[in-house]
């Protein structure tokens, strides 16, 4: 699992039916790299978050079917980077 | 998942009977490294999509049978990197 | 597997309630990357250890259905990085 | 999918017996790392391919019980890195 | 999969029992990372191998239901990285 902090939500034109209705965010790393998950938790801009990934992030968005490799897990208290 | 533009068509002089026939496409990400995905929606060059990688890939592309470990899997509107 | 340092326990306001009720320990690697395992061993602080990640990693947590991609295996002895 | 380079045959001393006896390649990606992939095209020295990851490469090579995390998916035209 | 040169057997203080009494061995990689794989093979320092990740690993160090993300699949004859 990762460390990762909230930075916007992403505006999808379109998505694929199976992806569910989920919101999906844009998270930085401390390294500063981009990425994308799901939010079955409904995190904030600013929120430092920790994520799981493959398969375990399908399970975590709540449902085996739902098309996602990276999910949001919970949110971190008192983090400093 | 991850955020990525599309470059181009890739043309296949061969590939495995078990890919089944949707194009396929390369992306470059915002740090400027190459994949290559599935595409099942039709996305077209110069394009911000999200792609999910390994085994939901399988199921995004449509079938589980489905030999890729990355599909494109929405279009992003108005991404600025 | 990979090499890790636990560096200290991850305090969570909020988890998934399918992650179960295991210590999260914010673990270092060599090179100084930062990850986040679920810890069914009762590691502590300053100790070497080794991790397990993607599907075999829910197994190493005790239970297929616990959501994590990466979890502590064991404790390693006399580790000089 | 990544795009790889061929770079030469793999020659093995010993191998586990569930691999199979595909031939395994030595392959370089554009940013100039080494992988190397089982191959059911019959690829040769020089060739651009792309390769797919972890479970789809199983099924790639021909059965699930082929013991592989990455295998050569086809043969692509034209390719200028 | 990747080449990596054979370093130590790594010594553990505990293992989680699932895991098997296999030797695990530290690992180098030609970019100088270090890694750690289960050892079906029996494979001795210095020895230039290639190693199998993920899901594969698994049935390659004997049984599914050991706990391991990467496993020695082979031994390279002649190999100068």
């Known amino acids: 699992m990762e460390i990762h902090q ?3 939500e992403l505006i999808l034109t379109s998505r ?3 992806m569910g209705y989920l ?3 844009v998270l930085t790393s401390v390294s500063g790299s ?3 998950a ?3 938790i409904g995190v904030k801009e600013g929120d430092w978050v ?3 990934a493959n398969s375990a992030a399908r399970d975590a968005a709540g449902d085996k079917r739902y ?4 999910t949001v897990g ?3 208290d008192n983090w400093r980077p």
């Open 74 to 76: 919970g949110i971190i």
């Open 67 to 70: 098309l996602t490799d990276l």
């Open 6 to 8: 909230v930075k916007q």
């Open 38 to 40: 799901m939010d079955p």
């Open 50 to 52: 920790f994520t799981i």
């Open 16 to 18: 694929l039916p199976d």
């Open 23 to 25: 919101p999906v965010k």
């Open 34 to 36: 981009t990425s994308v």
